[in-house]
């Protein structure tokens, strides 16, 4: 039985190209497939013929294959999509970010001097522009701009963080505002109930050992009914009364009004917050922002500067990738105008496009898969986007997608082959078809789209 087991060295041969993967990689998947048919022939199961034994390891070679960062097209019609990156970035943003990283590059040089420079000080210009913040800075996500902040607040002998119930949110993947304000050596004081909070609750909460008063907001679910909470201004001004910072957690990073968007409502953004009298704001840098990963810090001088002379600040800080990518999204936003939205930011581009185009584009799709052939059925129909990434969750964006069956297929069978075409593309299954969204579809991408339509079968 044992004799009859294909050799490493002959499957490997055996598949063309090894699906792309690096040959040692390649070399792993084939012992791996071949150890289990050593340990079943062990059980008495025969080993498979040869050309079963090549399919396997071709099959299992493109799984790891696909487990490779690469490019999809977002049909899903949600455009900050956790699990797709959340939100592109802009062509030019790309490009100046390939230029840079493929060169060295002035990331801590002072120009005239020679000497060392700051980190990131064009950006942390750029983002106070952009919020009316005395200063700036960023760091890798949000979730870290939020303990970096309780946690230098809290360093002395003051600990408490005085928070109202109905703001210990979980912000997805299982992640909860109280665990990860706890790391930060913070003593949650919380206040109020689930439903209602007053400010005489924050009052009552607020002595000698608060260190400061933490609001967050509520950006990825909606409370309605018998509910209440202070505003932001009368919130702020008794923190300024009791002598303690006011921090907020804005999450999704708007920095234009989003009620100019069909189906939107207004977000909160952090020069709102500022201007409000909030100490220290943060934001995340790939949501409304338009940008990478990375959490967006906005204050007052002496507090960002606090921040970073902490050292946690240097364990939380981006990567030189992250800076130029926000540096020159946060310059595109400049140039539209603080305030205006600028379309060159892809996400700003996919929010503010018609349905009217969106049709004109479905139906080049439709005309370029038909051209090609094949068993798809294809009809433009209108349906509904949404912002997604813990954002806006009441806002229904109104939309173009297309409907695809194929026949003889269910519509999770043709999802699937979707999923695993030549370019990958994502659509949502609903009243037994596959929806994909031209909203979230790249303009750049149609064609693709096209193929893979007009291929599928």
């Known amino acids: 039985m044992e004799r009859r087991l294909p050799s490493v060295d002959r499957l490997l041969r055996a598949v063309p190209g090894w699906a792309g993967l690096p040959g040692p990689m390649a070399a792993m998947v084939?012992?791996?497939?071949?150890r289990e048919w050593r340990e079943a022939a062990m059980g008495g199961v025969a080993p498979p013929d040869f050309e079963v034994a090549v399919e396997v390891v071709r099959v299992e070679m493109e799984l790891l294959a696909r487990r490779r960062i690469g490019v999809v097209i977002n049909g899903t019609g949600v455009l900050l999509h956790t699990n797709l990156g959340r939100a592109p970035l802009a062509a030019g943003v790309a490009a100046r970010v390939a230029e840079?990283?493929?060169s060295y590059h002035n990331l801590e040089l002072d120009m005239e001097t020679g000497e060392r420079g700051g980190r990131g000080e064009f950006l942390e210009t750029a983002l106070a522009l952009l919020s009316g913040a005395e200063a700036a800075t960023v760091v890798n996500n949000c979730a870290a701009a939020l303990v970096l902040m309780l946690r230098h607040l809290t360093g002395g002998g003051r600990r408490e963080v005085v928070i109202s119930r109905g703001q210990l949110v979980e912000i997805g993947g299982g992640f909860r505002v109280p665990e990860i304000l706890e790391t930060s050596g913070a003593i949650l004081r919380e206040v109020g109930t689930t439903n209602r909070t007053t400010l005489e609750d924050y009052r009552r909460a607020i002595g000698a050992g608060t260190a400061a008063v933490l609001r967050v907001h509520r950006s990825n679910f909606v409370m309605e009914g018998f509910t209440g909470e202070p505003g932001l201004g009368e919130l702020a001004g008794l923190a300024r009364e009791c002598g303690v910072p006011l921090v907020e957690d804005l999450g999704s990073g708007a920095v234009v009004d989003t009620a100019q968007f069909?189906?939107?409502?207004?977000e909160p953004t952090a020069a709102e917050s500022l201007a409000a009298?909030?100490?220290?704001?943060?934001?995340?840098?790939d949501k409304l922002f338009g940008g990478p990963q990375s959490g967006l810090i906005f204050g007052k001088r002496e507090l960002v500067r606090g921040l970073k002379r902490d050292p946690m600040y240097r364990v939380l800080r981006c990567d030189r990738l992250a800076y130029v990518a926000l540096q020159e999204t946060a310059?595109?936003?400049?140039?539209?105008?603080v305030g205006r939205a600028a379309g060159g930011v892809p996400l700003m581009a996919m929010l503010g496009v018609g349905v009217e185009e969106l049709e004109g584009r479905a139906e080049a799709v439709v005309g370029m898969a038909r051209a090609i052939g094949g068993k798809v059925e294809l009809e433009v129909v209108r349906s509904e986007a949404r912002c997604g990434g813990g954002t806006m969750p009441k806002g229904v964006i109104p939309s173009v997608a297309l409907r695809v069956t194929l026949r003889g297929v269910g519509a999770d069978e043709a999802a699937r082959r979707l999923r695993l075409g030549r370019v990958a593309v994502l659509g949502r299954?609903?009243?037994?078809?596959?929806?994909v969204d031209l909203r979230t579809v790249l303009?750049?991408?149609d064609g693709a789209l096209g193929e893979m339509l007009g291929r599928l079968g």
Not at 30 to 34: A, D, E, G, Y
Not at 277 to 285: E, I, N, R, W
Not at 429 to 435: I, S
Request: with cysteine; aromatic share 0%.
């Open 429 to 435: 299954v609903a009243g037994g078809a596959v929806l």
């Open 262 to 266: 069909a189906g939107l409502g207004h």
């Open 100 to 102: 840079v990283a493929s």
């Open 443 to 445: 303009p750049g991408h």
């Open 331 to 337: 310059a595109m936003s400049l140039e539209a105008g």
């Open 277 to 285: 009298g909030v100490d220290l704001v943060c934001t995340s840098g």
């Open 30 to 34: 084939v012992r791996r497939v071949v």
